[in-house]
């Protein structure tokens, strides 16, 4: 039974290009969330979908960060003409209902976006 | 400002050695999970507490929720070096659907 799948785990990216950072969430989970950590920092909410709908996207920039989670397929947070200050690790958890409910969320080990 | 805040940020201590990590909020929370990481990892989920009072103990470590439900402690006592990691408080407001972080205690134990 495999944990929350994220790739890639390190990912370096100069200036002004495109990250695209992937979740696959435990079988049978359709709820997923992503978080930012700094260094040294906690993390982040960010955005929490199931699937094919953003429930929570408060966490969110406004501008260059979108994030989907299609009937198929991983979930993509997606991270358009990146700048220095995005480098960070980025986390995706999943659970098989919502938090609330007192269901755990499993974290995947993260991806780590270095932006030179 | 931090929502949850954690303290100490860092905390250096012998083997064999209790240590107390603090997460205080001026919110209520209807849960709060303790959280370990280790370099390169994601987040474990160590407990989850619901009910203010309430004291659930594993193995070493001991979580409190306060009465009022605003904050929790962490307690370890006789510290292995297998304890160190990154320690994080995270909250669950009612009707909320996401985890508020604390900024976390590093926690190391030396042999």
């Known amino acids: 039974n495999a944990g929350v799948m994220q790739n890639p785990r390190h990912l370096v990216r100069r200036r002004g290009q495109e990250a695209r950072l992937r979740c696959s969430p435990m079988?049978?989970?359709?709820?997923v969330y992503w978080y930012r950590q700094l260094p040294e920092e906690g993390l982040k909410f960010m955005v929490y979908?199931?699937?094919?709908?953003?429930?929570?996207e408060s966490g969110m920039p406004k501008e260059r960060f979108s994030a989907e989670f299609p009937k198929e397929g991983p979930s993509i947070l997606r991270i358009q003409q990146v700048v220095r200050g995005d480098s960070a690790a980025y986390f995706c958890a999943s659970s098989p209902g919502q938090v609330p409910m007192n269901t755990e969320a499993f974290f995947g080990q993260g991806t780590r976006l270095t932006v030179v | 400002t931090q929502l949850l805040e954690q303290s100490p940020q860092f905390l250096s201590i012998q083997e064999g050695e209790n240590l107390t990590v603090y997460c205080n909020s001026s919110?209520?929370?209807?849960?709060l999970q303790w959280y370990r990481q280790e370099p390169g990892e994601g987040p474990v989920l160590l407990v989850t507490v619901v009910t203010g009072g309430e004291v659930k103990k594993l193995k070493r470590l001991t979580f409190q929720f306060g009465d009022a439900r605003k904050d929790s402690s962490l307690h370890i006592t006789a510290a292995q070096p297998g304890d160190t990691g990154l320690y994080l408080c995270a909250g669950l407001k009612a009707a909320g659907n996401k985890l508020t972080f604390g900024g976390g205690t590093r926690v190391l134990v030396k042999p």
């Open positions: 979908l199931q699937k094919e709908n953003i429930i929570d």
């Open positions: 079988k049978g989970h359709s709820h």
């Open positions: 919110s209520v929370f209807s849960s």
